[in-house]
């Protein structure tokens, strides 16, 4: 009993550990990525693997906590975290969505590609898989069931986000740029005169 009980102590330690390397490996991998621009073709599946919907788009992110995720077709929605507030534009509807990026961290793990604040991190769990690192959400309630980000070399060329409705997003990235001169005007939002504002901040 005592030899059982001895050996899921050292199992669960050593996985503890790798889990632990794995998240300081992709922290050092993100921290390396001062700035990253990338053009990205997605295609979204359903549970069944089925293609629902193409698109394409622009991700360019900035040390620290700086994103921009633009999609361009099949219409055209803007993302952007500037490390206090996520703001989401749908420019056919005119309408923007402004989040606080603390509370909705669990919205998007892409937070994550920007930041090493350990309150953040400590609500996901990650694995590594050679050079293909699996993000998962300890909140079961969480919109983003997993987020898989694939490398090449430093450069980030995939990933995948899985969502409550299990359907998968999977981004292919072309045209990476690392560590290149970033405006941080990119990274701020000017509604549009006549833009339906929902600011989730405020309550």
């Known amino acids: ?15 503890s550990a ?4 794995a998240e300081q490996m992709l922290q050092r991998k993100l ?4 700035s990253f621009s990338a053009s990205f073709e997605q295609q979204v599946f359903d549970a069944q693997k089925q293609l629902l919907q193409q698109g394409k788009g622009e991700l360019m992110i900035k040390q620290p906590a700086l994103f921009r995720f633009e999609t361009t077709e099949p219409e055209p929605n803007l993302f952007i975290g500037d490390g206090q ?7 056919a509807l005119e309408q923007l969505t402004i989040y606080d990026a ?4 669990n919205r998007t793990p892409f937070v994550l590609l920007t930041s090493t604040k350990p309150e953040l991190w400590a609500q996901y769990n ?11 959400s300890k909140d079961a309630d969480s919109p983003v069931k997993q987020l898989t980000l694939s490398f090449s070399g430093a450069a980030l060329s995939k990933m995948q986000v899985l969502d ?3 359907q998968t997003s999977e981004f292919n990235f072309t045209l990476m740029q690392l560590n290149i001169e970033l405006d941080k005007e990119l990274f701020r939002f000017n509604p ?8 989730q901040r405020q309550r």
């Open 1 to 15: 009993m005592l030899r059982s009980l001895l050996a899921v102590v050292v199992l669960c330690s050593s996985v």
């Open 18 to 21: 790798v889990a632990q390397n």
């Open 31 to 34: 921290a390396s990525i001062k």
């Open 85 to 91: 507030s996520l703001w989401f534009y749908n420019e």
């Open 102 to 105: 603390a509370s909705e961290v």
């Open 126 to 136: 990650v694995e590594q898989q050679g050079e293909q690192f699996v993000i998962r």
């Open 164 to 166: 409550m409705n299990q």
């Open 192 to 199: 549009p005169e006549h833009t339906d504002i929902d600011d």
